[in-house]
């Protein structure tokens, strides 16, 4: 048998990038001396940047400061970022047991192995600019045993895939946004005994 893989959502599950976005957003604007609410921006992340900005620039100037962000981000984001409480812990968790680590997330590869590395978080392999049904996709191709993330997206992903769901009220989603998981943790740190319980069990199904 294979090890087990566990997939890790990366943006607020292991990383709160939220610093880095407002750090490196508010640089690039200053350098096309551009006026952005940068505060607006990152407390309506998740939708594409272009869209965000949409709201305060003409679309010409959104597409300019959206592709100076991403130029600039994975060399001036990462160092801003914070390793949230628990993250080692559980990729550690997870190797103690024989198991693979994976993360699967909407930030690009490349900015994802750069947050990764800051934090010094080892993985076996990482999947970016992935969403949704796109999620589904790599967990089943894989053939992950877990997905762990902070976003009802990210759960209904893990059960379409027919893997365990587990949920971590770390980001903007709470235990009650989170209930269709298989498991709800309040963070990364309750994660090792979870694993230790589910670890001999089959996949759900």
Known sequence: MPPPLVCFDLDLTLVDSTPAVAAVL???ARSLTLP??????????????EDLLGAQLQPSQARRLARAYRDRYA???????RTLPGAH???RAVRTRHGAVMVVTGQRERTARAHLAHARLDVDAVAGSVWGPEKTEILRARGAFAYVGD????IAAA????????GVTSGRHDAADLAAADAVLPSLTAFPNWWERVRPMPRRT
Request: hydrophobic share 60%; aromatic share 2%.
């Open 151 to 154: 976003h009802p997206a990210d």
């Open 36 to 49: 952005v609410d940068v505060a607006a921006v990152v407390a309506g992340l998740g939708p594409a940047l």
């Open 26 to 28: 508010t640089s690039a």
């Open 89 to 91: 812990a559980a990729l």
């Open 159 to 166: 059960h379409a895939a027919d893997v365990w769901a587990v």
């Open 75 to 81: 060399l001036e984001g990462p160092r801003h970022a």
